[in-house]
């Protein structure tokens, strides 16, 4: 091992990120029910972001994948490509005509 993996990191603070998913989920439940939203898809979208923005959050802090190695984050990463094809199929099924 290097001496890069083996140095300990130092704690994140914890209670700021805390803070961080607390406030992005009050501007996501005023994002969704506040705003009027002519398209569905906006709010699809919008929803999707926030989505994105804290389980990314959660990951790097809480599931202490920022201090892994990148090898790891790759293996971690790889597994969007499947949930956006499971997003895209969600939305093409509320946004795209019955047949």
């Known amino acids: 091992m ?9 704690s994140p603070n914890y209670m ?14 005023a994002y969704s029910s506040l705003l009027p ?3 569905k898809a906006l709010l699809i979208i919008g929803l999707v972001g926030f989505a994105v923005v804290k389980a990314s959050l959660v990951a790097l802090y809480f599931m202490h994948l920022k201090y892994e190695p990148k090898s790891l984050g790759v293996i971690v990463s790889s597994t969007l490509i499947l ?4 997003v895209g199929v969600g939305m093409a099924e509320v946004l795209l005509p019955r047949p």
Do not use: P
């Not at 700021?16 to 439940?29: D, K, M, P, S």
């Not at 949930?83 to 499971?86: E, H, K, V």
């Open 16 to 29: 700021a990120i805390f803070w961080w998913l607390a406030g992005l989920t009050v501007v996501e439940v």
């Open 2 to 10: 290097s001496s890069s993996e083996t140095a300990a990191h130092d």
């Open 83 to 86: 949930g956006c094809i499971l």
């Open 37 to 39: 939203h002519t398209h």
